[in-house]
């Protein structure tokens, strides 16, 4: 979406002149285009398809971190979800220790902020929970394995 600002062209002529030779100039774009007609504010409001890939798809390769969706997972959610696969872990394995290797801040985040839901855990599951940090980790990323 483009707009071009005529605001102070005052003439209805010469709006009507502008959406005409826009057009015009158009007529030969491969692309897909839309010209509006200028607003009562003076605003040409125009659209184009995009026709190319951004210069940045060929020159970037997607982020191991996040696949290309520009978002990784919070601390906060990644261990909650971390803490979830634990619990299961743990409930399903005949174990007496789980252990959890995560990135650096959802360790810290499990041993600072959810140390009564892991110690409440060991004690119903009657087992013990190791939580490890690993600053190689990424987020999302994690090592649950149970020791008997």
Same mark, same amino acid.
């Given at each position: ?6 605001? @102070?062209? !005052? ?6 002149? $502008? *959406? ?17 007609? =200028?607003? +009562?504010?003076?605003? &040409?409001?125009?659209?184009?398809? +995009? ?15 996040? !696949?290309? !969706? ?5 601390? *906060?959610? @990644?261990? &909650?979800?971390? /803490? +979830?696969?634990? +619990?299961?872990?743990?409930? !399903? ?6 252990? %959890? =290797? ?15 839901? =892991?110690? @409440? /855990? ?7 929970? *190791? $939580?490890? %940090? @690993?600053?190689?980790? =990424? ?10």
């Amino acid at each position: 979406m483009i707009v071009i600002d005529f605001i @102070d062209m !005052k003439d209805s002529k010469h709006k009507l002149e $502008i *959406e005409r030779v826009m057009k015009n100039a158009l007529k030969n774009d491969r692309a897909r285009t839309k010209v509006g007609k =200028i607003s +009562r504010f003076g605003l &040409l409001e125009m659209s184009r398809q +995009r026709i190319n890939s951004s210069i940045d798809y060929g020159s970037h390769i997607k982020c191991t971190h996040c !696949k290309g !969706k520009g978002l990784v997972p919070s601390p *906060e959610s @990644d261990a &909650l979800k971390l /803490l +979830r696969k634990v +619990r299961h872990a743990a409930s !399903k394995k005949n174990a007496k220790k789980i252990r %959890g =290797i995560f990135p650096m801040n959802v360790a810290s985040y499990l041993l600072n902020r959810k140390r009564k839901e =892991i110690v @409440d /855990l060991e004690m119903r599951l009657d087992l013990e929970i *190791e $939580i490890e %940090g @690993d600053p190689e980790m =990424i987020p999302g990323e994690s090592k649950i394995t149970k020791v008997e």
